[in-house]
């Protein structure tokens, strides 16, 4: 006879105590409880988060600094839900524009694309689109100190406009069975917040300061930019023609002078890593959805149309050349960066066959709308796997957790809120005794046979 004796009711209390201790603790640091032992400091300075943190997107912690939530567990998941995965509403959303154009522009006719791939495309990324929309409200509720730092980072506030240029995107990808014409409204109702940005973020860039345009640039910061194509082209599908071209007016000054920033040197002065190279393709979306804006505004694919599109064609081309940075990748949400920026110069090319017909411009267009298709197809199969399968699609978000000055020396990084700092002896103390409680009994097992 087997006798098996576990202390499982002392390791259920204990785990869910320390569950319960652990999700406090964090967020009481993340909303800057001046109770918590390491609160949040809001407002970190440009300087600090290209001091403390590397690579374009700035979410690799450099060896020497510190972080102010520990490192040796797994964060609340809103806590790590970055505003950057609007990114995937960018490429599923563009991606209904492009199988709307390629079932009704007449260059494209000879693919036979039913409208139905269209709708039922609408429809899911109108799905994304919500509940990313719904996850980022709720962060903004219980997290909102940490939306603050997402904010202050040089890099995620260009994603602030993702979610209102991915709302144009699907009111310009909207099925005709659904609606045969766009309300003014919705360019108000989109492009309302976007100007709002625009005038603190390009305020920013002009005035100088920690937040000066040739210290923060950055291949994201063209997120911050297409919002001007998008809502000019927009614009210009309801038949407000002055707006639109005052829109696209402001976001080709601003272009020029971010390609120019950018082509010389990124303001890291640091070499990128390998799984980040993804976002370089972000330099093909101005260009190709301002081809299509200015076609719309003109109703003419002439010479400004034909200037800018081939711009980003030859971008294109220069990357896609580089074969070497396309080895090694690891899986992340930066692998989207891919998405957006293809289906725009799909879509330009189409709309560039039909100026010019004939069989290099539909075979450039039918070629380069089956790598954009196929690639957020790919991609979309990946973020579901690592999502809900193997549960690798949101790590800790150390880039709003960083301090806001560097420590002396470099503290242990088991436990961050155990290091020594600011505390006082009591806090130390309660702190230990709260990680004590975390630790699980020990199951003892007995077998015996009679």
Known sequence: MSR??????????SAAAAAAATAATTAAAVNGDPTSPRPLEANVPAGRYLDALQGPELEVLKESEDLLLPTDQTWPFLLRFPINSFGIVLGLGSQTI?????S???SMRFLHIPLHINFVLWCVALCAYTLISLTYVCKCIFYFEAVRREFYHPVRINFFFAPWVCGMFLTLGVPPTIAASIHPAAWLVFMSPLVVLELKIYGQWLSGGERRLSKVANPATHVSIVGNFVGSLLGA??????LATFFWAVGIAHYVVVFVTLYQRLPTNELLTRDMHPVYFLFLAVPSTASVAWEKITSDFGYVSKLVFF?????LFSLVVRVSIFRGFKFSLTWWAYTFPLTAVAIASIHYAVR???????????VISFVAVTVVFLLFVFTLVHAFVWRTLFPNDIAIAITRKKRRGKPARKNILHSSG????????????????RKVPSVTISVGCS
Do not use: H
């Open 4 to 13: 098996l004796s576990f202390n499982s009711r002392n390791r259920d209390t």
């Open 98 to 102: 492009l199988w709307k154009k390629l």
């Open 104 to 106: 009704l522009m007449p």
């Open 237 to 242: 599908t309801v038949e407000w023609k002055e």
């Open 311 to 315: 711009l980003g064609l030859f971008l």
């Open 356 to 366: 010019e017909p004939g069989l290099f411009t539909q075979g450039l267009a039918t």
């Open 422 to 437: 600011s505390f006082d002896k009591e806090t130390n103390q309660a702190m230990e005794d709260n990680s004590k409680t």
